[in-house]
């Protein structure tokens, strides 16, 4: 399968998972040194080989259609990690409604409810507001002190990295339903894990998840 067929396949699984509403996100796969990401305006769910555009991983644009002007963010994952090929952005409505939300701790804004989260997507923090394809973005991501596959944008969306676009799809569609779930008991006196418990499935996982310290 190509890059192109690879992107095509994951917009329209994101579509299909619901989290492209308004044919909103943007979503892109690493080759080499360059990334190839979803150009201006192009809509998840109807991708075909000219809706991409080719960037370097310094924010160079190579070719291809005018970038998506999240590009910045995409690349800010990229560059944190070589593990990162792949990146997905979405606006799905859960995480949106999460992002709007004051974040449950520094390290991650959704708590660890269920062992799923914990195991394939780990700690997902709040970044601050910044209006959408504001360069910083990218920045925020890339320096974010502590290691992150997943991020909710405030007020805005959540970003995900895969080891590829399967991997960065079925972490997206897993970031949603820990937002969903989160959203669901906000309002009940819900039992989290127990940070042990966490922990030893982060460490089994190889997931990223910082605190807190244990002895
Ligand atoms: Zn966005």
Redesign the pocket.
């Known amino acids: 399968m190509t890059a192109v067929d690879a992107l095509v396949a994951a917009g329209r699984r994101l579509v299909e998972a619901g989290l492209s509403p308004g044919s ?3 979503i892109s796969a690493r080759e080499g040194d360059e990334i190839l990401v979803t150009g201006t305006g192009a809509e998840l769910g109807r991708l075909e080989a000219s809706s991409f555009s080719r960037f370097s991983l310094d924010g160079e644009h190579r070719s291809g259609a005018r970038g998506s002007k ?1 590009t910045p ?1 995409h690349i800010g994952l990229y560059r944190r990690d070589d593990a990162h090929r792949a990146v997905v ?3 799905s409505p859960h995480a949106v409604a999460l992002s709007c939300t004051e974040p449950w701790a520094a390290h991650s804004a959704i708590p660890p409810l269920t062992p799923y989260f914990v195991m394939r997507v780990g700690q997902t923090p709040l970044l601050p507001y910044r209006h ?2 504001d360069p910083a973005l990218g920045d925020d991501v890339r320096s974010w002190p502590q290691p992150i596959r997943a991020a909710l ?1 405030a007020n ?2 959540a970003v995900v990295a895969g080891a590829d676009l399967g991997d960065a799809v079925d972490r997206a569609i897993e970031l949603e339903e820990a937002c969903r779930i989160a959203l669901l008991t906000a309002a009940t006196t819900r039992r989290e894990l127990d940070p042990r418990a966490v922990r030893e499935l982060a460490e089994r996982w190889g997931s990223p998840w910082s605190a807190p310290t244990l002895d």
């Open positions: 909103s996100g943007n999240e963010l952005h979405v606006h959408p394809g944008l805005h969306g």
